[in-house]
């Protein structure tokens, strides 16, 4: 079992959706985060977490350390968000980084 | 511009023929890592350095070496690459670990033939 589990994997969506994607994780943890990678394959960090919830234009990332799960909100959903989100964790005690597999989110308009 | 650059971006080379990969930012980050990244397993980390002279293994460290000699390069060396070693690779560089926004390069193409 892997030790951060994203879903779901696929999600595909009318332009103006609410998205939700989550990120389950089975250890302890210092922070997370979430990355958006383009098409083109090009990775940029969106949120560094530790607690609590984070606000940037329409996302909004919140966590919850008791229940070790996070969540992505999209508000408004445009075509541009299509892109391969993954959540990422920092285990207690590490400096190493250990990634979900992505969940794809195509936005139609 | 803040940026962490790679080189090469695309590379195709032959079994056991050694390889080096650059990595360098601009950005005076202590933290640098490299991920590689294969369909159905998600990004992996291979190696991170916590700053100069500092390296430690991630998930995925066999057949693969690093340095960090100074602040703004670390790059990856593949003595004597193999098939299943075929992959995108990221560079990646933070303020810290667990402390701020990772940086990444735009990823390095390799195919082992």
């Known amino acids: 079992k892997n030790e951060v589990e994203q879903s779901p994997q696929n999600l595909t969506a009318q332009e103006g959706e609410f998205i939700t994607i989550n990120c389950s994780y089975s250890v302890g943890i210092s922070a997370l985060h979430w990355l958006q990678q383009h098409p083109g394959g090009g990775i940029v960090s969106l949120f560094m977490?530790?607690?609590g919830k984070k606000k940037h234009g329409r996302l909004i990332a919140t966590i919850n350390i008791q229940e070790k799960h996070s969540s992505l909100h999209i508000t408004a959903s445009h075509p541009r968000d299509s892109a391969v989100y993954i959540c990422a964790v920092i285990p207690y005690n590490t400096d190493k980084l250990i990634f979900g597999t992505g969940t794809r989110l195509q936005v139609f308009p | 511009e803040a940026q962490v650059t790679q080189n090469p971006r695309y590379l195709i080379t032959v079994t056991g023929k050694k390889l080096t990969v650059t990595c360098s930012q601009n950005?005076?980050?202590?933290?640098m890592s490299w991920y590689r990244q294969d369909p159905g397993l998600g990004l992996r980390q291979i190696y991170y350095s916590m700053n100069v002279e500092v390296t430690d293994k991630g998930d995925v460290p066999e057949g693969y070496k690093v340095s960090r000699k100074e602040k703004r390069n670390f790059p990856l060396i593949l003595e004597s690459p193999s098939p299943n070693q075929t992959s995108l690779y990221f560079c990646?560089?933070?303020?810290?670990?667990?402390?701020?926004?990772?940086?990444f390069g735009p990823g390095t193409r390799l195919t082992v033939l």
């Open positions: 977490l530790s607690s």
């Open positions: 990646a560089s933070g303020p810290g670990q667990g402390l701020g926004t990772q940086y």
């Open positions: 950005m005076n980050h202590e933290y």
